[in-house]
């Protein structure tokens, strides 16, 4: 009887682990936000965040627009290529957005007060450690499968 029930554990178990879930995070097949629609609930959290002036919101707003269209433009150009890419083609790709983000640093600061930007940097810091941890944790789970 006890192996009887061990069996039926272990093909209950399995079964179950066998089983498709939902979808999870922004990387499912659903309908994705629009360039718009994204800049808008940026620009919204950063004035939650960061309490800007009706001046700035439509200044960050227009900001996260262009961020949020030319992100579009570039990821659907490296769907195709991403594969075939070689080495000074990922040096040159991750040489343009580094520059794209100093640039956009160097937009924000004249956008938001000093207060502001102190706070900004400091939630971007934290999002960049917060996000580096999550992806070793990834990493180490992909290894142990």
């Known amino acids: 009887m ?35 629609q994204m800049a808008t609930l940026q620009t919204k959290k950063m004035t939650l965040a960061l309490d800007l002036s009706s001046g700035q919101q439509k200044q960050i ?7 949020a269209k030319l992100r579009k433009e570039k990821k659907d150009a490296m769907k195709e290529k991403r594969k075939d890419l070689t080495s000074e083609e990922r040096f040159a ?24 930007f102190n706070k900004w940097e400091k939630e971007m810091s934290h999002r960049h450690h917060k996000g580096k941890k999550g992806h070793k944790r990834q990493k180490e789970h992909r290894e142990k499968r």
């Open 2 to 36: 006890k192996k009887v029930l061990i069996a039926m554990f272990t093909i209950a178990s399995l079964t179950a682990a066998a089983q498709e879930g939902p979808e999870r995070g922004p990387r499912d097949e659903g309908e994705r936000l629009t360039p718009e």
């Open 93 to 116: 790709h991750q040489s343009e957005r580094l520059d794209h983000m100093i640039a956009q640093k160097g937009k924000l600061k004249q956008i938001l007060n000093e207060d502001q």
């Open 61 to 67: 707003r227009e900001f996260h627009l262009e961020n």
